[in-house]
C-alpha cells in the first residue's frame, strides 16, 4: 500500500508536498478515533428492532443567480482614448454568401466588398453549407426555476472549514472559435481555425456552426447569471474587428457593437467580462498558402506568430479592442497558450514583444487600472520517481521548456531557459534592453492547469533528443508517461489526455508561485468525462459525477495551497461553461453544461451545481 509523505521539492525554495512512493505494510491508516479500543468504537454492535417507515429527507434547494452591483469604471471612455488609435475607419461587410449571383463592383475599394469576398473565395473552405439555426441575436428568456433545481448531494464532501480569500474570483471560460458559429457572418473573415483540422479533401465534414454563441450570447450570459457565475471569460475574434487584420485597414462596425452589446450584458447581469484577444483563431491572411503552413518545431503548428507582419498587426489590434472596451473590461489576455501555435523561435520572440508591447499601451498609454496577463499551458511534468536526480532534471526540462520560455522574461526579466536554447537553436535572443522591457509585464500568471504527465529522460538523453529534431520525443525530449512506479495511472482517466490529479495541482501552483513570483490564476480547468458523448440518455450526461469530483477536489487542493503554502492563487475558471468544438469534433465533452447539437439547446449538468455551490458555500461577502 502507498502513503503520501511531505518532503523539500528540490525545484522551490519552499517546502510543498510531492508524492513520494514509500512501501508500507497493512491496511490504509485510520484517525486515531476509529482504533478499535478508541472511544468511538465498541467491539460488538448492539442489534436491536424498532418499527421501519421510509423517513429518508433531503433538502431542495435551488441555485442563487448573480446579484448586479455598482459598475466599475478601469479607464477612460474611447472618446478619450481615440487619439492612441488614430485614423480609424469603421465599415460593414455584412455576411458571405458563396452563391451570391450578384457579385460586388467596388473591385477597385482594397477593403470593399469584393476584397473582402475574396478573402472568403481564397479560404476555400470545404463543404460550407450549413449556417445553423440563428441569423440574428436571440432575445434571452429568464431560466425556469424547475431548472435551477440542484441535483442529489454528493455523497463524499471535503470535510474542509476553508473560505476562498476575499476577492477570490471563480467563473468560467469560453473561446470564440469553439462556440461561436457565424464564422461568415457581420464582416468576420476567416481563421486559422477554420482550415485546422480537415485541410484540403481529407476528414469528416466540418461542422462550422459550433454552439451558435454569436447569436446566442445573451442566453449563454443569462444562464451563467442565473447560477451565479461572476466572471466570464471569453475570446474575440481578431477577423471579427479587422477583417484585413493589418494597420490601417478598416474596423468592421457590427463587430465592435456585438462586444460592446455582450460586455454591456454580461455587466447589466452582474458578471465581469475578462477578454482574450487571441485564442489560436490567427487571420488566414497571414499564411501565403492557408493549406501549407510549413513545418512546425515547437507546438501543434503554425500559429502565423513567425510572420514578420505579425507583431505589429496584433498590437494594432490589441490597441483597437483595449481602447475600446477599457473602461468596462478588467482583465485583457494577450495569447492564449501561446506555445501550442508557436512553430519556432521567431514565433516565441513575437509572442513576447507583442505581449509586452500591449501591457505596457495598457498602463502607460490607457493607463488602466485593471490587469494584463497571458495565459500559459503545461500538463504539470512530475518526475516519475522523485528519489532519481534524473527524473527530477527532467520533469524542470519539460516544465521549464513550455512555461519559463514566456515567463522567465515576462515575470522575472531573465532570459530564456536553457531548455529552450538548446533545443531551438534558431531562437532570437534578448538583449538587455529587451529584457528591461519586457521584465514584469503581466499583473498575474494565467495557468490551465489541467493534469498531470510523468516523466523520465530518454535513454539517449535529454542533451541528444533536443539536438535532433528527427527525434520521436522532439520537442520536449522526455518520456512522459500516465502510470507512476507502480504501474497504476496517476489518476482516473478523462476522454483525453486529462487524468484526475488533484494533489499534483497543489505542488503545481507551488512551482508557478514560487519560482515566477506573481500572483497565479488558474484560467481554465475542467474535465472531459470519458464517453459522456455516447449516453444517448440526456439524463445520463446531466449526472456527470467525475467531472464534479475533478472540479471539487481541484477547488480543494487550490484552498490547501492557499491556506497551508502560503500560494497566491487569485480564481478559477472552469472550461468550460458548455459543450463545445474540440477541434475537429464535439466528442470530447469539456462542459458543465450539454448542447444539443440538433436544436442548441443547452442544460445544466450536475458539476455546474456543485462546483457553484462547493465555491458559495465557501465565499466570504
Ligand atoms: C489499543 O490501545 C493501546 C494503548 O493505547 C495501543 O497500544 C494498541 O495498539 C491499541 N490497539 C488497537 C487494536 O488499536
Ligand atoms: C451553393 O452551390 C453549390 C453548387 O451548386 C451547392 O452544392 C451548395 O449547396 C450551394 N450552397 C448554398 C449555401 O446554397
Ligand atoms: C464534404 O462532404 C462530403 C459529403 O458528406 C464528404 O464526402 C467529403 O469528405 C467532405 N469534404 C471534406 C473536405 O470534409
Ligand atoms: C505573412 O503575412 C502577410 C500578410 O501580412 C502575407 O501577405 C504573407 O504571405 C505572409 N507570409 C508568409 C510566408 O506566409
Ligand atoms: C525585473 O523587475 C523586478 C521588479 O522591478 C526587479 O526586481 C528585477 O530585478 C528585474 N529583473 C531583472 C533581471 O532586471
Ligand atoms: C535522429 O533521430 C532519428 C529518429 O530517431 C534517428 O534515425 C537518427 O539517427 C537521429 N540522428 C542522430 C544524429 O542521432
Ligand atoms: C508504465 O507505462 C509504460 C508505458 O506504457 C510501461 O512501459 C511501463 O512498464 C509502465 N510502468 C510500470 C511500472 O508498470
Ligand atoms: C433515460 O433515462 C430516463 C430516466 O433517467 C428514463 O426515463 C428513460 O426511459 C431513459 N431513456 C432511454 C432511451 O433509455
Ligand atoms: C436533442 O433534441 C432532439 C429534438 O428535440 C431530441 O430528439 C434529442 O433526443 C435530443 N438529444 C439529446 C441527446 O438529448
Redesign the pocket.
Known amino acids: 500500500m502507498i502513503r503520501d509523505v511531505v518532503l523539500a521539492s528540490t525545484w522551490v525554495s519552499a517546502v510543498l508536498a510531492q508524492q513520494v512512493y514509500a512501501p508500507a505494510d497493512g491496511p490504509v491508516l485510520r484517525p486515531t478515533k476509529c482504533s478499535l479500543n478508541g472511544s468511538y468504537a465498541t467491539a460488538t454492535p448492539v442489534y436491536s428492532f424498532s418499527q421501519f417507515s421510509f423517513t429518508q429527507t433531503e433538502t431542495v434547494r435551488t441555485a442563487t443567480s448573480v446579484t448586479p452591483g455598482p459598475a466599475t469604471t478601469y479607464a477612460a471612455p474611447y472618446e478619450s482614448l481615440s487619439h492612441l488609435v488614430p485614423n480609424l475607419a469603421t465599415t460593414t461587410w455584412g455576411n458571405w454568401e458563396p452563391n451570391a449571383t450578384a457579385a460586388a463592383t467596388d473591385g477597385a475599394d482594397p477593403y470593399g466588398q469584393a476584397a473582402w469576398s475574396a478573402i472568403w473565395e481564397r479560404a476555400n473552405l470545404a463543404n460550407f453549407t450549413d449556417r445553423g439555426i440563428y441569423s440574428t441575436t436571440v432575445s434571452p428568456t429568464p431560466v425556469p426555476t424547475s431548472e435551477l433545481v440542484l441535483p442529489p448531494p454528493s455523497y463524499f464532501q471535503p470535510q474542509d472549514s476553508y473560505y476562498f480569500p476575499k476577492g477570490f474570483e471563480f467563473g468560467v471560460a469560453g473561446s470564440a472559435s469553439q462556440i461561436e458559429g457565424a464564422i461568415a457572418d457581420e464582416g468576420r473573415t476567416p481563421t486559422l481555425m477554420e482550415v485546422l483540422t480537415i485541410g484540403r479533401g481529407d476528414g469528416d465534414p466540418k461542422d462550422y456552426i459550433t454552439n451558435e454563441n454569436y447569436y446566442l450570447y445573451k442566453q449563454d450570459i443569462e444562464r451563467l447569471a442565473a447560477m451565479g457565475v461572476k466572471y466570464y471569460s471569453f475570446s474575440i475574434p481578431w477577423t471579427r474587428i479587422l477583417p484585413f487584420a493589418l494597420e490601417g485597414t478598416p474596423v468592421n462596425k457590427q463587430g465592435l457593437d456585438h462586444y460592446d452589446d455582450l460586455i454591456n450584458f454580461a455587466i447589466a447581469k452582474g458578471m465581469e467580462p475578462h477578454v482574450t484577444l487571441i485564442h489560436f483563431d490567427t487571420p488566414l491572411q497571414f499564411y501565403a498558402d492557408p493549406y501549407n503552413r510549413g513545418p512546425v518545431m515547437i507546438g501543434y503548428g503554425n500559429g502565423g506568430y513567425s510572420n514578420e507582419t505579425f507583431q505589429d498587426a496584433f498590437v494594432h489590434y490589441g490597441k483597437v479592442v483595449m481602447t475600446h472596451f477599457a473602461d468596462r473590461v478588467p482583465v485583457f489576455f494577450t495569447f492564449n497558450e501561446p506555445l501550442l501555435y508557436c512553430d519556432n523561435g521567431k514565433a516565441v520572440d513575437t509572442v513576447v514583444k507583442s505581449h509586452a508591447r500591449l501591457y505596457h499601451f495598457y498602463h502607460d498609454e490607457i493607463k488602466g487600472s485593471g490587469r494584463v496577463a497571458i495565459k500559459l499551458n503545461d500538463n504539470f511534468g512530475v518526475p516519475q520517481d522523485p528519489a532519481k536526480a534524473e527524473d527530477v532534471a527532467a520533469a524542470n526540462h519539460f516544465n521549464e521548456f513550455q512555461l519559463a520560455t514566456f515567463a522567465n522574461p515576462i515575470f522575472l526579466g531573465k532570459d530564456y531557459p536553457e531548455a529552450f536554447k538548446m533545443t531551438i537553436p534558431d531562437y532570437v535572443p534578448l538583449t538587455e534592453a529587451d529584457l528591461a522591457y519586457v521584465n514584469g509585464t503581466a499583473d498575474f500568471l494565467g495557468i490551465d492547469p489541467y493534469t498531470a504527465t510523468v516523466v523520465t529522460p530518454p535513454a539517449h538523453g535529454i542533451a541528444a533528443c533536443a539536438a535532433n529534431t528527427s527525434d520521436p520525443l522532439f520537442p520536449y525530449c522526455v518520456n512522459q508517461m500516465t502510470n507512476t512506479t507502480t504501474g497504476w495511472n496517476i489518476g482516473y482517466r478523462s476522454e483525453s489526455y486529462v487524468y484526475m490529479t488533484p494533489t499534483y495541482l497543489r505542488t503545481y501552483l507551488g512551482y508557478l508561485w514560487n519560482t515566477f513570483r506573481k500572483p497565479v490564476v488558474i484560467t481554465e480547468f475542467g474535465f472531459p468525462v470519458a464517453r459522456e458523448a455516447d449516453a444517448?440518455?440526456?439524463?445520463?450526461q446531466l449526472f456527470d459525477q467525475p467531472r464534479s469530483d475533478y472540479y471539487v477536489q481541484f477547488l480543494s487542493e487550490t484552498l490547501k495551497a492557499i491556506w497551508e503554502d502560503g500560494v497566491h492563487v487569485a480564481g478559477a475558471f472552469a472550461w468550460s461553461f458548455a459543450d463545445n468544438w474540440e477541434f475537429g469534433d464535439y466528442d470530447q465533452h469539456f462542459g458543465i453544461q450539454t448542447v444539443n447539437r440538433t436544436t442548441m439547446e443547452r442544460r445544466y449538468k450536475k458539476s455546474f451545481f456543485d462546483v457553484v455551490d462547493f465555491v458559495a458555500a465557501r465565499t466570504q461577502e
Open positions: 444517448t440518455n440526456l439524463s445520463d
